[in-house]
């Protein structure tokens, strides 16, 4: 069974700083790991999609990598503004999963103070 | 616009009540699914189905039912069975396939009063 883990739960930093958030996977037989981001109250938005192949993605101020062999995915968002702050979660799909389920970890808030 | 759309984004149910959630998407994805968000306890997949009337139990299917009908469509019904359904819904779609991207909708706030 696939377990992800997001740590720290939440996190709070000034303006301008660049963001690092943390993902972690049990099986690193997956198909990929995709990003979200949820504002409160909201549904979920796709940030990134890496696919197991990929050794990283990017897109705009966001970049996601990946490393299988550690299980470990990164979230850097560079030059945090206060628009960033939201819940970030990551998801993976085991390549043997039933239905293609995502698994996500518990996710983590983020506040950037102005 | 191409996207998924639940509703209503507020619901409220009475003790012993049944209660449908809409879900309708227009990105002819093939697969749909259901998930619900506790406070702490992240996203907890419902039912999921990858193809039109076809679906599966997810990991806390009890006290839910769903039904396939058309390609667009994915309604989730929460039955008087299910004992504590105040939560958060949401409903994603993907086209058929592990690697590819899954997409959310905005969710329904289900409240039993």
């Known amino acids: 069974k696939q377990e992800v883990t997001q740590i720290p739960a939440a996190l709070s930093v000034p303006e301008g700083e660049n963001l690092v958030l943390n993902c972690s996977f049990t099986?690193?037989?997956?198909?990929?790991l995709q990003w979200f981001r949820q504002d409160p109250g909201k549904g979920l938005t796709s940030l990134l999609l890496i696919q197991s192949s990929q050794r990283e993605q990017t897109s705009g101020r966001l970049n996601a990598s990946l490393d299988k062999s550690s299980g470990r995915s990164t979230l850097y968002i560079a030059a945090s503004q206060p628009g960033d702050s939201a819940t970030y979660l990551c998801a993976s799909i085991l390549i043997k999963a039933a239905g293609n389920k995502l698994t996500f970890g518990g996710g983590t808030r983020v506040l950037v103070k102005p | 616009d191409g996207g998924i759309t639940q509703s209503p984004k507020y619901l409220f149910r009475k003790e012993g009540q049944n209660v449908t959630l809409s879900c309708e998407q227009n990105l002819n994805h093939d697969a749909m699914y259901w998930y619900r968000q506790d406070p702490g306890q992240g996203l907890r997949l419902i039912y999921y189905s990858q193809i039109v009337n076809d679906f599966q139990k997810g990991d806390i299917a009890e006290g839910y039912s769903v039904s396939r009908e058309k390609k667009e469509s994915f309604p989730l019904t929460v039955t008087s069975a299910q004992k504590n359904p105040t939560a958060f819904y949401l409903c994603a779609s993907r086209p058929q396939g592990g690697n590819t991207e899954a997409f959310f909708g905005q969710g329904t706030r289900l409240t039993v009063v």
């Open positions: 099986d690193s037989a997956i198909y990929n």
